[in-house]
């Protein structure tokens, strides 16, 4: 499968690569983002469900950032899911939990995918060369795959209405960690740090520190936190969503 | 001294006040300030800057975002303090560093002050109801203010051209850990917590710890790094800096 990748210039085959940390998409925009793989990343759980719909067959996923286009595709006839601040919307076949995408639901099909955050973050990071999805059910895959690479990485977390958000800085912390243990990145990004501090803090007792998080909070209130363990469990798939024209795709 | 102040609604007499944590200026406009006071802090240097302004008598001082502004000032007859990415301006009287402004200096004098960060970081928070500076120099002092108010809190870290500055978000979080050991405020707020947890990963060996802040990298290289140790002292001086039409003065 062919895709918009960004070459690394020559130098940086034989040099570190760096790695830095947005902690929201209102912060993206101060990043140099030239040559850079950019990771975006939204654990609570637009990222999660992603990586569920490529591992169980879904073709391809067209992210939106407007309610209205994601009900012009509904009349055109595309399976759509929608949520805004947890919920699904009336028009939406479906909401946003990974566990309606069987391969039963999705396999071979186009979904159209609107979300409160997660889809705002893709289509603001559509002006990277290289725009890939990950979550802990693939961050194996990922980092295997950034190593390959030799480009600068910059993670973007969703965040929460542009605001920060505990679960996208953890895993940002996570990935940044066995990325620089790795041997092949380096950081002096301040949010770099931080996320990996924080992941410190909180990976002994991941289910105890995730307690605290306000999205935690937001979907026990709608009923919908069932879904947290599964979006916290590592290596669930090796898929390896990547934007292309526009569209997800899976990159194997 | 008369000081636009925000009155608590009466119900918050008897409630918990609540502390939010902005890690940037590009995250500001993303909480709602309504009845707010707004704090901001930029720790190396621009708010440990002011406090020491003010420990030593200086009269008031004009925060200006932009270097033309801050010209016009000095064309004027002004004392002009302007510094961008940590260098003093040409046309300048002074650059950023506390050391400068002894009581010989600028007791009784109007300083116009320009900085990289912080006072952009001022003058977007204008926008609030009351605004005070915060840095480690006069930390006991605003926490026995906000103490002594029943307002929510709103922690605006001035970070670096918009993105997160760790040095920042540990005040943010010493700051609030304390406010929240009080009794009188609480949270649900990601960063505010993320914050107290970088404070207390941190906080047992400081001095160790800023070897990594990017900031303080800056500062070296500039050879202005003279500063860091006195910009992490606690309690030095008890004023309370606050913006008053426009231009900031102290409240006792």
Chains 1, 2 share one sequence.
């Not at 994601?70 to 595309?78: F, H, I, L, S, T």
């Not at 996208?168 to 002096?188: C, P, R, V, W, Y």
Request: net charge neutral.
């Amino acid at each position: 499968m062919k895709h918009k990748g960004a070459w690394p210039p020559f130098f940086k085959l034989i040099a570190m690569s760096t790695i830095d940390v947005a902690f929201s998409p209102a912060i993206f925009e101060r990043y140099h983002i030239d040559g850079k793989i950019v990771v975006v990343v939204d654990i609570l759980r637009a990222t999660s469900v992603i990586c569920t719909m490529f591992q169980n067959g879904v073709k391809e996923i067209i992210p939106v950032r407007d309610i209205a286009e994601a009900k012009e595709y509904k009349n055109k006839g595309y399976l759509v899911v929608a949520e805004r601040n947890g919920q699904k919307l009336d028009f939406a076949d479906f909401g946003n939990s990974p566990f309606y995408f069987t391969p039963e639901v999705i396999a071979g099909k186009t979904v159209v995918y609107s979300t409160t955050n997660g889809t705002n973050a893709i289509t603001i990071g559509k002006s990277a060369q290289e725009v890939i999805i990950a979550s802990f059910l693939n961050i194996s895959a990922i980092q295997s795959y950034l190593q390959s690479r030799a480009n600068d990485v910059l993670i973007m977390c969703a965040g929460w209405k542009g605001k920060f958000c505990l679960e996208d800085a953890l895993f940002a912390g996570a990935m940044s960690q066995n990325l620089i243990h790795s041997g092949k990145f380096e950081t002096i990004c301040d949010s770099t740090n931080a996320a990996i501090d924080l992941w410190n803090v909180a990976r002994n007792d991941l289910n105890r520190y995730i307690e605290k998080v306000a999205q935690r909070h937001r979907l026990k209130k709608l009923g919908l936190d069932d879904v947290i363990d599964y979006c916290l469990t590592p290596d669930l798939t090796d898929v390896i969503p990547v934007l292309n024209n526009d569209r997800l795709v899976s990159l194997l």
